[in-house]
């Protein structure tokens, strides 16, 4: 992306895209049945949680994670990315263990 000269802001989105629209969906996957799978040790209950949450964690995720990373590409400086990516890293998974474990 960054090979064709487009301006830094652009580069950032579509490094946010990419990563929101392939990677996320079955890494999010995978994170919850792991969650729900090691909570309940039951593979149809962990089948349904994932049904019944993916949706609603995965909008979650685009709305969280997309504006982080946009401010971070954009704002952080680049010593305190990790930290700050960190931070919010912290956050979501407290909120996909709260969220996984009350269904």
């Known amino acids: 992306v960054s090979a064709?000269?487009?301006p830094s802001y652009l580069v950032s989105i579509v490094?946010?895209?990419i990563t929101?629209?392939?990677m996320t969906?079955?890494?999010?996957?995978f994170t919850l049945a792991y969650i729900k799978?090691?909570?309940s040790f039951d593979t149809h209950e962990t089948v349904?949680?994932?049904k019944k949450t993916f949706a609603v964690a995965l909008l979650t995720n685009w709305k969280v994670w997309t504006v982080a990373q946009a401010v971070n590409f954009q704002v952080v400086p680049l010593e305190y990315r990790v930290l700050f990516g960190n931070m919010i890293a912290l956050w979501w998974n407290i909120y996909l263990s709260l969220t996984t474990s009350a269904n």
């Open 15 to 17: 490094k946010v895209a």
């Open 4 to 6: 064709m000269k487009l």
């Open 25 to 29: 969906p079955p890494f999010l996957v």
């Open 20 to 22: 929101q629209i392939v």
């Open 48 to 50: 349904i949680a994932v």
């Open 37 to 39: 799978y090691f909570l």
